[in-house]
């Protein structure tokens, strides 16, 4: 979070400056790109647990 957020509030009655919004923008997009690697690596993370017991299943199965 960039020291914009304590300079101004989306409830402020003052309109933001152009600057203020970018750095708004800026900060929305660094935290969905965070966010999406996030799910991204959880995804990979249960997808491979999932294969991990599907393995185990078989060699199971085989005995």
């Keep these: ?3 914009i957020h304590k300079r ?13 919004l970018q750095a708004l923008m ?3 997009a660094a935290a969905a790109r ?3 690697a996030r799910a991204e690596a959880e995804k990979r993370r249960r997808l491979k ?13 085989v005995v």
């Design 1 to 3: 979070m960039t020291d």
């Design 8 to 20: 101004y509030r989306l409830t402020s009655t003052e309109e933001p400056t152009d600057e203020m």
């Design 26 to 28: 800026e900060d929305v």
């Design 34 to 36: 965070e966010s999406s």
């Design 49 to 61: 647990e999932v294969a991990e017991e599907i393995q185990s299943w078989r060699r199971k199965a």
